[in-house]
């Protein structure tokens, strides 16, 4: 390979590195830094499979979220989301608002790590039935975390007891 080709490669194999690892702003914060996406040390029967931002759309709003993805022992694909918004309550409230016409109660108070939590019940159809899949919301000083989702509630319950919030 002639020494233009190598240059090019190297030159743009760094530009892709750090532009997948450095925030968007440019002031070197590692996204797989965040405190609230557990990568080892998981409960058993789950994988660590990647961390990336994503939005969530909340109400008639986008909020941008840190998200990490793991696959558990039943081969379904769950995640933890870390919502960064001043009023982190006020965003659960207006979360639990897509339930508001639901003719079951979505809502089982819990506790997570000696915190309050929500577990929200919600039904999909799975194979012409409806399955109830589960998520567990909660706020911390200046987050909003959602963590799920899963027919196995078990399953939600241990990874967002992994949080360690």
Not at 24 to 38: D, L
Not at 58 to 78: C, H, L
Request: proline content about 3%; some cysteine; glycine content about 6%.
């Amino acid at each position: 390979m002639s020494n233009k080709k190598i240059l090019l490669l190297v030159l743009l194999t760094s530009v892709f590195i750090s532009g997948c690892i450095f925030d968007k702003n440019g002031n070197g914060k590692q996204i797989n830094e965040s405190k609230f996406i557990p990568q080892k040390d998981l409960p058993a029967g789950f994988t660590y499979m990647a961390i990336h931002e994503t939005s969530v759309d909340i109400g008639n709003s986008s909020i941008n979220a840190i998200e990490g993805v793991y696959r558990n022992s039943k081969g379904e694909d769950m995640y933890i989301q870390a919502l960064e918004n001043n009023s982190p309550s006020a965003l659960i409230n207006e979360y639990k608002l897509r339930y508001k016409d639901a003719n079951w109660d979505p809502f089982e108070e819990i506790f997570v790590n000696g915190h309050k939590a929500t577990k929200v019940k919600d039904y999909t159809t799975m194979n012409g039935q409806q399955t109830p899949k589960y998520s567990i919301i909660w706020a911390t000083e200046k987050y909003m975390m959602l963590v799920g989702s899963s027919i196995d509630a078990q399953s939600v319950m241990n990874l967002a007891s992994a949080t360690g919030i």
